[in-house]
């Protein structure tokens, strides 16, 4: 498994892409795996026209059901992109860890609603943050909080 990741990461820097990788790896809880993993299944960021779109490619967004007047909240929607979902799941779970910011926001999160449930907002929002550091091409940079 380590030759395999070792020869991704060569392969990144001969395709030009590393420093786009090494960028999203700044944000805490992504690793090279889900770095990569995200680049490759998105590719061109330009194609979303904003969050709510790519949060609907990776599966962030609830699946409804509506009939007249009745409409129902079923749950995450099942079009999803199956790895990149997974992924920023567990990306999420370390990363309430390291960034004091969003382990603020989690404990908010967790106080009206199961911890399940504040991790999918938490993935929103690491997703929101993958999105702008790729489009600024520039490094994440961890919150202080006072």
């Not at 194609?47 to 009939?67: A, D, I, Q």
Request: a positive charge; proline letters at 2%; glycine letters at 4%.
């Amino acid at each position: 498994m380590a030759e395999i990741i070792r020869e991704l990461r060569d392969s990144t820097q001969e395709a030009g892409i590393g420093e786009k990788i090494k960028q999203l790896m700044s944000i805490p809880g992504i690793s090279f795996i889900t770095a990569i993993t995200f680049y490759t299944e998105i590719m061109d960021m330009r194609r979303f026209k904003g969050l709510s779109e790519l949060c609907s490619f990776v599966g962030l967004v609830p699946s409804t059901y509506s009939s007249g007047d009745k409409e129902r909240v079923l749950g995450l929607s099942n079009r999803q992109s199956k790895y990149l979902r997974n992924l920023l799941f567990e990306s999420s779970w370390v990363a309430v860890r390291n960034d004091p910011a969003l382990m603020m926001k989690f404990c908010e999160l967790t106080q009206r609603m199961v911890k399940q449930k504040a991790i999918v907002r938490i993935a929103r929002k690491i997703l929101n943050r993958m999105r702008h550091v790729w489009l600024n091409e520039t490094d994440y940079v961890i919150a202080l909080i006072q």
